[in-house]
């Protein structure tokens, strides 16, 4: 949207935050220092190189890298969304070792969901059941690892996480309170169509 910085702007006029999370694909300097007007501004990066290819359909790895160090540089805070299969299961670590060696302030881990163009391939990608077991485990170990970057997931990951029966504070930690569609969180589309979340297909 060429009024992207626009509708960012008047948010914030009228007292709200806004974030984006974009693909990388044409931030330019320039683009970079306008996104000072966001309060967060992720990148989508499921790995590197042959990992982001397999995920995404494209190499992409390479802009999205870009678009961090540009963020980066222009006093952005910047941080990574990985989509978490069976595809990006084994750089999820050198991913986020990258990352924050580049100054990034946040990861969010979203799970691999049957909807969109994940729809026709996700027994492919889904995580295995010891995968799926391996999930908190894993959160932990990153996070005690990188303990500069804010660790995140996504709504859809939290019955894998809930299936560890962790402690209340660490579902705190990961910012875990059961469902936020339509409570916390709704969404909005292009067409101003309000639905409780962006994976719920039908308007509530």
Not at 109 to 116: D, H, M
Request: hydrophobic share 45%.
């Amino acid at each position: 949207r060429d009024d992207l910085f626009v509708l960012a702007s008047h948010a914030r006029a009228r007292g709200l935050v806004p974030n984006l999370t974009t693909s990388g694909l044409g931030l330019s300097e320039e683009h970079a220092r306008k996104c000072r007007v966001f309060g967060q501004v992720n990148v989508s990066l499921d790995g590197v190189g042959e990992v982001y290819r397999q995920s995404r359909g494209y190499d992409g790895a390479r802009v999205a890298l870009r678009a961090i160090e540009r963020l980066i540089a222009a006093g952005v805070p910047t941080g990574i969304n990985f989509v978490v299969s069976r595809a990006t299961w084994a750089s999820m670590a050198s991913t986020v070792a990258t990352v924050a060696a580049m100054g990034a302030n946040e990861v969010e881990f979203l799970r691999f969901k049957p909807a969109g163009r994940g729809a026709e391939v996700y027994d492919d990608y889904a995580l295995s059941e010891a995968q799926a077991r391996s999930v908190l485990p894993k959160l932990l170990r990153l996070q005690a690892q990188y303990p500069s970057l804010h660790m995140k997931i996504d709504c859809s990951f939290v019955p894998f996480v809930c299936a560890a029966n962790p402690d209340l504070a660490v579902l705190e930690q990961f910012g875990i309170y059961g469902c936020e569609a339509g409570h916390a969180l709704s969404a909005v589309d292009a067409k101003g169509i309000a639905r409780p979340c962006s994976f719920v297909d039908d308007p509530i």
